[in-house]
Nanobody, 120 residues
Framework: VQLVESGGGSVQPGGSLRLSCAAS????????MSWYRQAPGKERELVGI????????NVADSVKGRFTMSRDNAKNTASLQMNSLKPEDTAVYYC??????????????WGQGTQVTVSS
């Protein structure tokens, strides 16, 4: 399994970013993909899950209505579209294979993540 997150950056409050997760080493379309984030000094939290068919599950209340997930199974890529960003969205964002728990502690492998900083 290899997961490569990209697309992070610095943005002002109210701005948007689109994160990508390039996956390899497993049959991508057969697996849900989970997005997580970890802010400095805080525990990792589940942002949401996208099923293999594109259904959305367990979207965090803190991002509902602002973030959405999508995937392109032909390109083995998952995306996280983040709109109306707030300073509290500042974190390192990760994707992972499968239907993850709220903490993601069951995962032994993580990609490098991508940093999102929301600040004026």
């Amino acid at each position: 399994v290899q997961l490569v997150e990209s697309g992070g950056g610095s943005v002002q409050p109210g701005g948007s970013l689109r994160l990508s997760c390039a996956a390899s080493g497993f049959p991508f379309s057969s697996y849900s993909m989970s997005w997580y984030r970890q802010a400095p000094g805080k525990e990792r939290e589940l942002v949401g899950i996208i099923t293999g068919a594109g259904g959305l599950l367990n979207v965090a209340d803190s991002v509902k209505g602002r973030f959405t997930m999508s995937r392109d199974n032909a390109k083995n890529t998952a995306s996280l579209q983040m709109n109306s960003l707030k300073p509290e969205d500042t974190a390192v964002y990760y994707c992972n294979k499968g239907y993850g728990s709220a903490s993601g502690n069951e995962y032994t492998y993580w990609g490098q993540g991508t940093q999102v900083t929301v600040s004026s």
